[in-house]
């Protein structure tokens, strides 16, 4: 095993789209959806990736999944060059990378018994033999939180939660070290999504699992992860530790994301940042701080120049000119 802290090494990857418009759907420039994002995620440790509609983040977990290529940039996984891989190695070495999608109801195979898909990605791999199947089947569903005979079931006879757990389960199956959970709970009710958390959570810590959670709700990225990165129109404009980062944002976006996270407190609640507009088409950014046309904050400087990811803090990274200043401003 490598002996590197870092189980997942992203470094500079972009992945582009082409435009297309026109009756015959001629091509009209690129859309750059992930801009050259770096991040490491350790052994044990979960990272959340936030952000709005359109701001790259699940692109990010599909290219680390290899459902796509980038157009550019390097992925190390347990050691390996990730982008080199395939074949026959790439498909072996696929059991320690797995997925968690958004919507269970089009993820499961509607027309599968949920302990045929839950042995699915076993019969691939080939981790067990035809007489074994069945109890490593029940083994995976027991593991989170469902009966031996939900095996003979079909996704329809589930609820939402149960369904996102047979998909968990599915996951789990090849023994994987890391998961790409991508809006696992975005699509459930609070108080299942409340449960599959303290599911996901209680898996990581028995099985030392690593995760990327993708979320566009920074308050439940906030429980799950240690630390967080945040991204805008295709780049991460902010990262540190959970705590931390949630208690002192530097980035005016991410302060403007955590003023909309509602607080039971009244003492400790953040005067609400209301950003103008909408985010720009990542086929048209503008000049300087793609943030600029909707920061309160925001300078002569700002449209000129892009501000780096770097050292604001230590450990905390954050593209902005003015890094805490609007939150220092709001009371944060």
Same mark, same amino acid.
């Given at each position: ?40 995620? @350790? =052994?044990?440790?979960?990272? #959340? ?5 359109? /701001? !790259? +983040? *699940?692109?990010?977990? $599909? ?9 550019? @940039? =390097?992925?190390?996984?347990? #050691? ?5 891989? /395939? !074949? +026959? *190695?790439?498909?072996? $070495? ?239």
């Amino acid at each position: 095993m490598n002996a590197s802290p870092d189980l997942l090494r992203v470094e500079e990857i972009t992945k582009t789209y082409p435009v297309r418009r026109g009756v015959f759907g001629a091509s009209d420039g690129r859309l750059t959806a992930v801009d050259r994002v770096s991040f490491a995620v @350790g =052994r044990g440790e979960t990272l #959340g990736l936030v952000g709005e509609s359109g /701001s !790259g +983040k *699940t692109t990010c977990g $599909r290219l680390i999944a290899r459902l796509e290529a980038p157009d550019s @940039g =390097r992925i190390r996984f347990d #050691g390996e060059d990730w982008l080199a891989l /395939s !074949g +026959k *190695t790439l498909r072996r $070495r696929r059991r320690d990378l797995q997925v968690i999608f958004q919507d269970p109801q089009t993820s499961l195979n509607p027309r599968m018994t949920a302990g045929d898909q839950v042995a699915e990605p076993l019969r691939v791999q080939g981790l067990v033999s035809r007489r074994q199947t069945r109890a490593r089947v029940e083994e995976l569903l027991a593991e989170v939180g469902l009966s031996a005979d939900a095996a003979t079931r079909f996704p329809s006879e589930f609820s939402g939660g149960q369904r996102q757990r047979i998909a968990i389960a599915r996951a789990l199956a090849t023994r994987p070290k890391f998961l790409v959970c991508d809006e696992p709970v975005s699509s459930l009710d609070v108080s299942v999504a409340a449960q599959v958390i303290n599911l996901l959570l209680d898996l990581r810590d028995r099985n030392g699992l690593s995760y990327l959670f993708i979320s566009h709700d920074l308050a439940t990225v906030e429980r799950i992860a240690d630390r967080i990165a945040v991204m805008y129109l295709g780049r991460i404009v902010e990262e540190g530790p959970a705590a931390e980062l949630a208690a002192r944002p530097l980035h005016p976006y991410t302060t403007a994301l955590l003023s909309a996270v509602p607080d039971p407190s009244p003492a400790s609640a953040r005067a609400r940042v209301v950003l103008a507009g909408e985010p720009p088409s990542p086929a048209d950014p503008p000049p300087g701080c793609a943030f600029h046309p909707r920061c309160p904050i925001a300078r002569p400087r700002c449209r000129e120049e892009a501000p780096p990811l770097s050292a604001a803090l230590p450990g905390r990274l954050a593209a902005c000119f003015y890094p805490g200043e609007l939150t220092a401003t709001r009371g944060g």
